[in-house]
């Protein structure tokens, strides 16, 4: 059973920075090292839109809104994926999903709450 867990979310003025977590303490490393990562941030009445993404190689990819701000690490020894979110803005206020796509399925977390006050 794959459990993703997430960390880091929280209450923050404008210009300041968060780092959010994404574990699966319970795989193996080789699975985990396997598999591709993504933050997803959701807002009331609108989908969930994608923020950032690591791929098992360490390829990344992100929102326009965010280029530049934030990073997207894949910690394998730790079996952790990190979003280091820096100046931080009221429009990136949501719920942050971490989404593992771990051969072929997909696993959402229940996600992290992100409000930034400006």
């Known amino acids: 059973q794959v459990h993703v867990a997430e960390s880091g979310g929280g209450l923050v003025q404008a210009g300041g920075s968060l780092r959010l977590s994404c574990a699966d303490p319970?795989?193996?490393?080789?699975?985990?090292?396997?598999?591709?990562v993504a933050w997803y941030r959701q807002t009331p009445g609108n989908l969930r839109e994608l923020v950032a993404s690591?791929?098992?190689?360490?390829?990344?990819r992100y929102a326009d809104s965010v280029k530049g701000r934030f990073t997207i690490s894949k910690d394998n020894a730790r079996k952790r994926v990190l979003l280091q979110m820096n100046n931080l803005k009221p429009e990136d206020t949501g719920v942050y999903y971490c989404?593992?796509?771990?051969?072929?399925?997909?696993?959402w977390g229940q996600g992290t709450q992100v409000t930034v006050q400006g």
């Open positions: 690591v791929t098992s190689g360490g390829g990344t």
């Open positions: 989404n593992i796509d771990r051969r072929g399925s997909r696993y």
């Open positions: 319970r795989v193996i490393l080789s699975v985990f090292s396997s598999d591709n």
